[in-house]
């Protein structure tokens, strides 16, 4: 079956400091990546999602980069700030009517200012 | 924009009491889920449904059993409430399995 592995948390860092969160993925076929992030009493929300090989995803100045021969799809920001602290979860699905997504462990993000 | 309501937000059972959270969403999408998440093992998928009246087992999916009456709803009961379970339900709905919006999700308490 599919599964999805990530940095296992927690994480802390102060403002300012960039942010690497290592997401590793098996599936027998090719599948769509995404990186949610769920804030404190919410529900997760999508950062963003990359469907194909070899392009990059980006949204708030999180960027991930689709690495179809490593298997990969790692979380990076240059500089994070307070307001980036959060559980992340990095997550595949496969494009067709019905699919399900599989999630990785989640990765809890503290940003000290 | 739409939204996912979950009910109750807490959910409190004693030991093997059978117990439901139910699940609204107003996108008009086609498929649902319910996930279990615990601290550390993120999310689980317990069950999910393509349509109305449809049900596909997750790989959690032992002790609950679900129910798609409606497009709109999807309601997940646990069939006999225990204290190990205690965790976070969390709904979901998507149209074809890719971007899935979430609800706040119901803290299930068992005392």
């Known amino acids: 079956g599919d599964s999805v592995t990530q940095t296992e948390g927690p994480v802390t860092l102060s403002e300012g400091t960039s942010l690497t969160v290592n997401c590793s993925y098996e599936?027998?076929?090719?599948?769509?990546l995404f990186w949610y992030v769920q804030y404190p009493g919410e529900g997760p929300q999508l950062l963003f999602k990359?469907?194909?090989?070899?392009e990059k995803g980006s949204n708030r100045g999180f960027e991930a980069t689709y690495n179809k021969e490593a298997t990969s799809f790692h979380l990076q920001k240059a500089s994070v700030q307070e307001s980036d602290s959060a559980v992340y979860y990095c997550?595949?699905?496969?494009?067709?009517?019905?699919?399900?997504?599989?999630f990785g462990g989640g990765t809890r993000l503290t940003v000290r200012p | 924009g739409g939204i996912i309501t979950q009910t109750p937000k807490f959910l409190i059972g004693q030991e093997g009491q059978k117990l439901t959270l139910k699940c609204q969403q107003n996108?008009?999408?086609?498929?649902m889920y319910w996930y279990r998440q615990d601290s550390g093992k993120g999310l689980r998928l317990i069950y999910y449904?393509?349509?109305?009246?449809?049900?596909q087992k997750g790989d959690l999916s032992e002790g609950y059993d679900a129910s798609r009456e409606k497009k709109s709803s999807f309601s997940l009961t646990v069939t006999s409430a225990q204290k190990n379970e205690m965790a976070v339900f969390l709904c979901?709905?998507?149209?074809?399995?890719?971007?899935?919006?979430f609800g706040e999700g119901s803290r299930l308490i068992v005392v």
């Open positions: 979901a709905s998507s149209i074809e399995g890719n971007t899935l919006y």
């Open positions: 599936t027998k076929q090719y599948p769509t």
């Open positions: 990359v469907p194909k090989a070899n």
């Open positions: 997550a595949l699905s496969h494009n067709n009517a019905g699919a399900k997504l599989t």
């Open positions: 996108f008009n999408h086609d498929t």
């Open positions: 449904s393509i349509t109305e009246n449809d049900l």
